[in-house]
């Protein structure tokens, strides 16, 4: 037979597996709407998620990279970033400077009419946000929607690897 403190030892144990699957079901419910909203949005919104239109949103966020860290930050091999950016490069939505630090080297910057178009997108998916919002939640869930955004925003803004 258990004594009192070997009872309180293995109800404090079960209790942290308890949250500790809790936790992970949370992760994973958030995980799978997160991403379903990001299509969503996309989708509706007219603004696909491909090569070409988050090549132009990193370059925004970023500022002038060159190709290599460019590809990196995306995740995809030396030549196929190449061979988007010269897609981007024909379509007048980026231009090739040279790196000022590497004579050798060339930075890539958003043209005018690449901001345009990242600008475009983003207002689209907006404006869909916020006619979903206005269509489909009640005051009071906008309010709980509002609170949550800053706890998206905290685990969002966490270091890579954090």
Same mark, same amino acid.
């Given at each position: 037979m258990l004594s009192e403190e070997e009872r309180d030892k293995l109800a404090n144990q079960n209790q942290a597996v308890r949250a500790a699957s809790e936790v992970a079901v949370l992760a994973d419910d958030l995980r799978d709407v997160i991403g379903k909203f990001v +299509?969503?949005? +996309?989708?509706?919104?007219?603004?696909p998620s491909d090569a070409h239109g988050e090549t132009l949103a990193f370059l925004e966020r970023a500022?002038?990279?060159?190709?290599?860290?460019?590809?990196?930050? +995306?995740?995809?091999?030396?030549?196929?970033?190449?061979?988007?950016?010269?897609r981007l490069e024909a379509e007048?939505?980026?231009?090739?400077?040279?790196?000022?630090?590497?004579?050798?080297?060339?930075?890539?910057?958003?043209?005018?009419?690449?901001?345009q178009e990242t600008a475009?997108? +983003?207002?689209?998916?907006?404006?869909w946000i916020a006619e979903a919002l206005a269509t489909t939640l009640s005051v009071d869930e906008m309010k709980i929607l509002r609170q949550a955004v800053p706890l998206l925003k905290?685990?969002?803004?966490?270091?890579?690897?954090?």
């Open positions: +299509r969503s949005v +996309r989708g509706k919104a007219g603004t500022g002038p990279v060159s190709i290599a860290a460019l590809a990196d930050a +995306r995740g995809v091999k030396h030549q196929s970033m190449r061979l988007v950016t010269a007048g939505l980026i231009d090739l400077l040279s790196d000022p630090k590497d004579k050798r080297g060339y930075l890539i910057h958003l043209t005018k009419a690449g901001l475009a997108a +983003r207002r689209a998916r907006a404006q905290k685990i969002a803004d966490l270091p890579q690897g954090g």
